[in-house]
């Protein structure tokens, strides 16, 4: 099954033709607190277990597509134009061939993310998702969100899981074609949680996220328990989002990254994303839970660690990393 | 089943009371290169799966026993008395009552240990295999070591290995009263292996190994692979043995290491032995890997790493770790 066919079985009947000539959405960050680890589906980015994520309010990337007379896309992130060999422009003008009606058809990209880049909040994912919402709107698509959600994960999994402001899940889905792997909102809030970014790297990581999740697939010793532990914590980290159960939350959500990790860790070659630093923190994170103060992490393809915490603990929490920053997903803005 | 049962197996029929007032011996230190972790019989020490190690030569322990007229018994390690509440002499005390012939039977125990005691050489091994073969001597047992060995695992599972010199297998076995649970010599020799200890910490381990391993199997959601990664891993560790194939040797110990790792870091709560060194050690190890240097690692329950090369490459890692302590397993001493 290819991208285009799933753009035609959406799109099959929007109108494509558009008067717009720019369209503009923001998409929200996402941390994911149950992981997406490992594709059923390379090409469509169709994943091996349903996962569960928190956005980031107002920290996302804001865009703007237009249409262009030119000979070839521009991009432009953060004020700055990208080099059309980049590895994220190659990835955003593959994404864009998907919607041109032809060849001659060239869009500008113009996108304003306000999270550091390589802190390992996965920029790619509201850029996916803003964009696809930008492009909605230039083409007058009108499709529901649930379907963006599908478009989106064609450009980067996680992307699905942008469309929304709160706890997302994104539902792993059967189908070949992937109609049925979308995401959807939970129906649920935690105005006081917190999540602290804690950022120990922001070189470029040694191998991507994509690569890395791939190796685990295909060679760790410890990837078919992947989703059985899944479908635990899941079940699990919904229960403790319903009954605000911070400590099972918080727990659930470490263990499952950490279990991430671990399955990395046994892929050949060995995958180690921590750095001395990632280590140094988390022995001080479990230091302070052991002493009484409720902090638990979680950690992506990446060196960084995301503190979870609750807004009573702010304070405490600040005298212990005086360099993190803080975002609650929650808080009306 | 309970250890006394064993010992009444093996020593039925042996001569008991001793005209020695003493027996000396001494056992080497081991590294496993596929690890022991998981208890089947807590009691009996008795491993979920196979394990392969290397003694250490002349790193060891020097153990003389004594009969002595005195109320309890005497522990004497690296010419320090050691009092008999700690930890090191309840087990050691413990493992004599199973050999006293009636309760006024006491002992001396002269330990002297020539590793360092926590840089995670596993100490208790070679201390309770002297042990036992120092006992053989005293009682005049005559056992082979085949039974030694089950004798010696009764005080610490590993400690079954440090009856050779060599590489050694302790083969799981699956009767209830651990009879076919012994070690053995393997019949290969490796002139030019080198054993590097990179000695971060001495500080006391937050857990114990015992209790580490403990609740990795019944917490961790991945240790049910750990016996099927054994499996492989033991057979192409024998392979790599025979053939003196250096880097297959290597990475399979590493990968068993980093596995063994990966199903603690799952443990529920997880249990990480690494400090911020051992990272950065790990990447060192990989930097200089991937420049064609050929040296892997392995890592017990702590967070020293040692360092498996070939003598060809001594200088070489001298120079990357000035602090190295090496150690020629086959040199003859």
């Known amino acids: 099954m290819k991208k285009s066919d799933v753009i035609k079985t959406l799109l ?10 720019s369209g503009s959405a923001f998409a929200p960050a996402n941390i994911a607190l149950c992981k997406y680890w490992g594709k059923r589906d390379i090409e469509l980015n169709l994943p ?16 703007t597509v237009s249409l262009i007379n030119a000979s070839e896309d521009k991009i432009r992130i953060n004020e700055e134009d990208i080099t059309l060999d980049t590895q994220i422009a190659k990835r955003l003008i593959e994404f864009l061939d998907l919607f041109r009606s032809n060849t001659e058809m060239h869009f ?6 306000n999270i550091p880049m390589s802190a390992g909040l996965a920029s790619s994912a509201c850029s996916f998702a803003a964009l696809i919402q930008a492009l909605d709107q230039l083409f007058s698509w009108q499709l529901d969100r649930i379907n963006l959600s599908i478009l989106a994960r064609l450009g980067s999994g996680s992307a699905c899981r942008s469309l929304w402001d709160g706890f997302v899940k994104w539902h792993a889905g059967k189908e070949e074609d992937g109609m049925d792997s979308f995401a959807e909102l ?28 791939q190796k685990t697939v295909n060679t760790s010793c410890y990837y078919k328990s992947w989703p059985e532990k899944v479908k635990t914590d899941l079940e699990v980290l919904q229960e403790a989002i319903a009954s605000r ?16 990790h671990a399955s990395m860790l046994t892929a050949n070659p ?7 630093e990632t280590v140094a923190m988390m022995h001080q994170i479990w230091k302070k839970r052991a002493e009484g103060l409720p902090i638990y992490f979680t950690q992506d393809a990446g060196p960084n660690l995301k503190l979870l915490f609750l807004k009573t603990d702010i304070e405490q929490v600040k005298k212990t990393f005086p360099e993190i920053k803080i975002i609650m997903p929650f808080e009306k803005h």
Chains 1, 2 share one sequence.
């Open 12 to 21: 099959n009947h929007r109108y494509v033709y558009t008067e717009n000539t």
């Open 48 to 63: 091996v277990t349903s996962s569960l994520s928190v956005s980031l309010g107002e920290k996302g990337a804001h865009t």
């Open 108 to 113: 500008a990209i113009d996108t304003k993310i």
């Open 186 to 213: 939970l129906p649920y809030e935690w105005p006081h949680l917190c999540v602290g970014l804690l950022v120990i790297s922001d070189q470029p990581k040694p191998i991507s996220s994509r690569e890395a999740m």
């Open 245 to 260: 159960d911070f400590d099972l939350f918080g727990s659930v959500a470490e263990s499952n990254a950490l279990a991430m």
């Open 270 to 276: 060995p995958i180690l994303y921590w750095l001395p």
